[in-house]
């Protein structure tokens, strides 16, 4: 987190409740690097399911990348997202620190969306697992 703080702004989008997830953030961020967070009530609901707008994040949504293990998560921002593996307890995780060179090269692109698009192509995985996403 110390590294990426250094050349991004960092943010959480939890579709954890408040009271349930500021009690971690605070443990796992004591030093507020990640100084915008935003929680259940943040994200919109599509048949059932949490969704993570990022136009809640009130940024230039060419600069705005989502980190989630959730796909149903990025559904409205597709093209801003990476989807990472699942970390659930496991002392051993790498996911997020990987993900550091990737960060580092979109911080110096124009839109993110256009890099990551090409990249991981979760659009079009998305819409071949049946997910429609001009719907949602």
């Known amino acids: 987190m110390h590294q990426a703080s250094s050349f991004c702004n960092l943010a959480v989008f939890t579709a954890g409740t408040e009271d349930y997830a500021k009690v971690l953030l605070d443990k796992l961020d004591p030093c507020g690097r990640m100084s915008l967070r935003l929680y259940r009530d943040s994200c919109s609901i599509v048949d059932g399911l949490f969704l993570k707008d990022l136009r809640q994040v009130g940024q230039d949504l060419s600069r705005v990348v989502l980190v989630d293990n959730s796909p149903v998560s990025l559904l409205i921002n597709p093209d801003n997202s990476i989807l990472v593996s699942s970390f659930y307890a496991n002392p051993d995780d790498t996911a997020l620190g990987q993900l ?22 979760l659009r079009e995985a998305l819409e071949q697992s049946g997910w429609d996403l001009e719907y949602i």
């Open 100 to 121: 550091l060179p990737v960060l580092r090269k979109l911080h110096h692109t124009g839109d993110v969306r256009e890099a990551l698009g090409q990249e991981f192509q």
